[in-house]
């Protein structure tokens, strides 16, 4: 068995189809950005402006219909258009959640894309809101359920002939449908290629691969893929290494490239990944000073208000704590700090909280760093001769990665000096 994810754009609808049509093959279909764009577009127009999205639900309309000439798949398109234009403009007399309502439709968006392939490949179709199953836990935070998701995978996917599965969406316990991770078709193909213990898993993309590469380690892959700026989500990595299965990324729309090789192979080689648009915040001062959960309530603060931590460094002397954000949640987060202190009268007055705007980090990752004397001088020492003030950075145990935190005006100075 092989376990394939795509991007679907309309030019690609018979490559992808072809590719996918051979029985004993699992194809996991996700849109690509540009239709994801008109759907989000709808969405807020009709949500924000309340109005009828009139012209952004034709060019869906017409961009799904015309990949296939089906008579029957085009009924079913023009239906779920007017299934998505009804629930939205009854959004716009009811209170409910955007994000609610945004997963809702896009997850239809990625169900009409593994229409337009099945429409071809005439295989079994599933909903991937119907396999991926999630729980909401404390803070709101929603949890991928992996057991329950793998008992359904098997249950539902164990079928003669090619499987079509809609990508990147799944559903709590309650009924309400959830987006499963940055890119999570690719997580999918994954999960389920573990779950059947596939022969290999192909990545479809639109990037040559991972930076162009021929190949990685799994380890390798994953720092990289830790990037925002990266194809998918680290996360896809995992169920592929646990099984042992190789995954090769290739370019959905060059056929010639051949693809990056991520396995457990041993290559040895570097790679330098960067990412912009970046707050760092540094919390000091003696109220962290030997005193116990002070980091616990720090980071479960920012978990409450839905902050992402991108980066964490601490020196061993406990007096400061610093932590690089996205730009946009930067309130959220001095909010969910300033709160903490607010509300606990025993911390000292001088804490403080310290906010430095567009900074950027630049991480040099691979397995080639591992128990190689000299590699942190180098790193630090070329950006220091190219007078690059390092804000701050930080090293795993595992010795695979270093992340430097510079002035996003530096940023891609720095990444192309460490290439």
């Known amino acids: 068995m092989i376990v394939k994810s795509f991007v679907l754009k309309q ?31 709808a969405i807020g127009k009709t949500l924000q402006e309340k109005k009828w999205a009139r ?58 894309c593994a229409e337009a392939v ?4 005439k295989g079994t179709l599933i909903d991937g809101t119907e396999i991926m199953l999630c729980h909401a836990g404390e803070n709101g935070q929603q949890h991928f359920d992996w057991e329950a998701s793998r008992r359904q995978i098997f249950s539902r996917c164990s079928v003669q002939g090619p499987v079509v599965i809609s990508g990147g969406y799944g559903r709590l316990d309650t009924g ?27 990545f479809h993309i639109e990037a040559q691969g991972i930076d162009g590469l ?20 680290s996360s896809a990595i995992w169920p592929a290494k646990n099984a042992g299965i190789p995954i090769l990324v290739k370019d959905i729309a060059d056929e010639n490239f051949p693809g990056t090789l991520i396995s457990s192979g041993s290559l040895h080689r570097t790679g330098v990944i960067a990412d912009t648009n970046l707050n760092l915040v540094t919390v000091y001062g003696t109220g962290l000073l030997g ?49 903490l202190f607010k509300d606990n009268p025993l911390l000292p007055l001088d804490d403080v909280v310290v906010l430095n705007q567009a900074v950027g980090i630049v991480t040099v990752f691979g397995s080639k760093m591992r128990n190689l004397p000299g590699t942190s001088a180098a790193v630090f020492g070329k950006l220091g001769q190219a007078g690059i003030n390092i804000i701050a950075s930080a090293q795993g145990g595992e010795e695979l990665s270093i992340s430097l935190v510079v002035a996003e005006e530096d940023v891609a100075r720095a990444a192309q000096l460490l290439r």
């Open 118 to 121: 099945n429409a071809t490949v």
């Open 291 to 339: 005193r116990v959960g002070m980091s616990g309530g720090i980071f479960s603060g920012l978990a409450a208000a839905g902050v992402n931590v991108r980066f964490i460094a601490q020196t061993s002397s406990e007096y400061s704590i610093s932590f690089a954000i996205r730009s946009e949640e930067k309130d959220q987060a001095l909010e969910a700090i300033r709160g």
């Open 55 to 112: 012209e952004e639900l034709a060019q869906i309309k017409d961009y799904f219909q015309a990949m296939s000439p089906d008579a029957a798949y085009r009924q079913m398109v023009e239906d779920t258009v007017e299934g998505i234009s009804t629930y939205l403009r009854e959004g716009m007399y009811v209170q409910t959640s955007p994000v609610a309502v945004e997963d809702y439709v896009m997850a239809k968006c990625a169900r009409l």
């Open 176 to 202: 309400y449908v959830v987006r499963v991770g940055k890119d999570g078709a690719h997580l999918m193909a994954s999960l389920i290629a573990e779950v059947f213990k596939a022969s290999s898993i192909e």
């Open 214 to 233: 021929p190949a990685m380690t799994y380890d390798e892959a994953a720092h990289y893929c830790a990037s925002e700026k990266a194809p998918f989500s």
């Open 11 to 41: 030019q690609s609808v018979a490559r992808i189809a072809s590719l996918g049509s051979e029985p004993g093959t699992i194809s996991v279909i996700r849109p690509q950005k540009k239709i994801e764009a008109v759907f989000r577009a």
